[in-house]
């Protein structure tokens, strides 16, 4: 963009004319309709044009994802909150998660370590069943017996793990992430290990191989 811009910001903007609103609902009964603020990119070209790039103005239903900016600031912007050099929002995100101390870490942990519990219990399904491939080639009678049961077995396992790391104290009574607590939190691969014969008899009625 460099070639073509003098200049490239994010605007952070509270938005208007919104199509859809957005609400995070979450497992103990709160939802949350907090109207967030909306980061887009302005572009100023050597000619002295200017031009938003918003590529995630989806979530609202608005079809522009690039367009003039004095139309969009008229019709897609309340109020403008704060104007950053590009990248400043990533940076910001960085030094925000630094100074919670090891948030970041954490995060990064709860996520690898969930991917690979959830991969892992797939793969202990199909090794001991068929390759998804293959149930999905099934007729449907045959398909729809084999999906429940494979829907059934990761459940399982995955309200297992999270029992597991609730009693360990990954998380607090309103599933809310409890910071300091990652020597608690049990790796996927040791999980399927010790539960996943338990969790498969119950299911199937016969231990795994």
Request: proline share 2%; glycine share 8%; with cysteine.
């Amino acid at each position: 963009m460099t070639d073509v811009c003098i200049e490239v910001e994010e605007i952070v903007h509270t938005p208007k004319n919104t199509r859809l609103r957005i609400m995070q609902a979450f497992n103990n009964g709160h939802v949350d309709a907090t109207e967030y603020s909306h980061t887009v990119v302005r572009a100023t070209l050597k000619s002295g044009e200017q031009y938003v790039l918003d590529m995630t103005g989806a979530q609202y239903r608005w079809p522009e994802t690039v367009a003039p900016w004095d139309y969009y600031r008229d019709i897609r912007i309340n109020e403008i909150k704060q104007g950053l050099s590009f990248g400043g929002t990533v940076t910001y995100c960085k030094q925000t998660f630094e100074r919670l101390g090891g948030t970041r870490e954490w995060m990064y942990k709860v996520d690898t370590q969930f991917a690979t519990g959830l991969d892992e219990v797939v793969l202990a399904w199909q090794k001991m069943n068929m390759p998804l491939n293959t149930m999905l080639k099934l007729p449907e009678e045959e398909f729809m017996v084999k999906q429940k049961a494979f829907v059934e077995f990761v459940e399982d396992l995955l309200q297992e793990y999270k029992a597991l790391n609730e009693r360990d104290g990954a998380y607090d009574i309103k599933g809310e992430i409890t910071l300091g607590a990652i020597e608690h939190l049990a790796s996927g691969r040791e999980f399927i290990a010790l539960k996943g014969k338990e969790a498969t008899e119950k299911i199937f009625g016969w231990a795994s191989s």
